[in-house]
């Protein structure tokens, strides 16, 4: 009976009407129902069962969670970014051209299309655009619907909702300008589909002699646009569909102006040369010596500072010595969802992994990141916070609780 009133809004069925005008269309039967509910009613007493962990979890089990979640930890951090070793770092042109046929894989190009385009700009219509916004009679209406609906603070440069508004005007009126564009676009593609020859260079000339201005593209691929088109991904599909038999392409929109585009030419995937690219790949080069100087800076440094800690020295002191400085962040959690100092240098949790696995008075392992590494001195525990753990205990409990039963579950 509950099952039939779920399917018909929490209205009771009869049982007659609910066979004749639900089940007998899809070809099924009462004791097909049956066998359905007593498996379903089965299933969810399994939940409920197994859930019952997490009603099972008891208050020293909480508060051990809590604790662990919400210890704070003292430490201060040393990182060996790449940066500070860059202008050390020597270019043999030797170790240059050895680095550059290591790596070519990383340099070369993927296959690319250069096209013909003409853009019917939107900025060429605003007139049009403003004559079809003249003619929506309830447009301040929907403006403001259009406001409340996307919130306050989707504009989020905005001063005040009045300019918040005053932008949604300029989208509709960029819209507009966009379909006038667009009308005349598909009237010159008509005509462009009966030109002869049908060939790539039609669209050149037809455009010259239409009065307009075909340009041509720098080269781009199947991932990025063209440098200096505000295009969208349907011109890259088009743009690689191109062909010596489908030489044009339909309309496509942009977000300021709509383009018709035929191939110009295609460029194999190829690697460039190095005299080409020697001032990237000597940069390239520069930046692996660094962060490989960088890393053996950090990796010295902790032999030095965990043998100064065994042997009784101060924390402060080794750092006087190695000449490097400490970053104090503020004490943080496992919790901790931000972590003044760190944010930017190094991803949170390989931070938190290398503080929460070092015992206070320690140092960690030297811990390599992309641009370098870091290591934490875990100066202490710092007691729990007991009033704000009274405070949060209920809402942690039950938390804990949910976690646990959908899990089991």
């Known amino acids: 009976a509950e099952r039939m009133r779920a399917l018909n809004r929490g209205n009771p069925v009869p049982l007659g009407a609910f066979v004749t005008n639900v089940l007998a269309p899809k070809n099924l039967t009462l004791e097909d129902f049956q066998r359905f509910v007593r498996h379903d009613v089965g299933v969810q007493q399994m939940i409920a069962v197994t859930s019952l962990g997490g009603n099972l979890v008891t208050p020293q089990e909480i508060r051990s969670f809590y604790e662990r979640e919400h210890q704070e930890l003292s430490a201060q951090v040393v990182f060996f970014p790449a940066t500070n070793y860059l202008a050390g770092i020597p270019v043999p042109p030797s170790a240059l051209t050895n680095f550059f046929e290591e790596q070519s894989a990383q340099y070369r190009l993927p296959e690319r299309v250069q096209v013909n385009y003409v853009k019917f700009a939107a900025s060429n219509f605003l007139t049009e655009a403003h004559a079809l916004l003249g003619q929506v009679t309830n447009l301040e209406a929907r403006i403001e619907a259009e406001y409340q609906q996307r919130g306050s603070n989707y504009f989020a440069d905005a001063k005040s909702p009045a300019e918040a508004k005053e932008k949604i005007r300029e989208l ?89 585009i035929s191939l110009n030419k295609k460029l194999p995937s190829e690697i460039p040369t190095f005299e080409s690219l020697r001032d990237r790949v000597t940069q390239d080069y520069r930046f692996r010596e660094a962060v490989m100087a960088a890393r053996q800076a950090g990796q010295s440094f902790y032999t030095t500072a965990s043998n100064a800690l065994a042997a009784g020295k101060a924390f402060a002191g080794v750092f006087s010595e190695a000449k490097v400085q400490p970053v104090l962040p503020p004490p943080f959690s496992i919790s901790s969802r931000t972590i003044g100092g760190i944010e930017g240098r190094v991803s949170l949790p390989q931070f938190k992994q290398a503080a929460f696995s070092t015992p206070p008075g320690q140092v960690s392992n030297f811990n390599p990141t992309s641009d370098g590494g870091f290591l934490v001195y875990v100066q202490a525990k710092l007691p729990l916070d007991e009033v704000r753990m009274k405070a949060d205990l209920a809402e942690f409990s039950r938390a804990v609780r949910q976690t646990r039963k959908g899990l089991l579950g």
């Not at 593209?217 to 599909?237: H, T, Y």
């Open 172 to 260: 509709a009126l960029n819209e507009a300008a966009l379909t006038a564009a667009r009308k005349q676009a598909l009237a010159f593609a008509a005509d462009l589909f009966d030109q002869k020859p049908v060939a790539p260079d039609t669209l050149v000339t037809f455009a010259k002699a239409k009065g307009l201005t075909p340009l041509v593209s720098p080269p781009f691929d199947r991932e990025e646009p063209p440098a200096g088109l505000d295009v969208r991904a349907d011109f890259l599909r088009a743009a690689f569909a191109l062909s010596a038999d489908e030489p044009y392409s339909q309309p496509l929109m942009g977000s300021d102006g709509v383009y018709l």
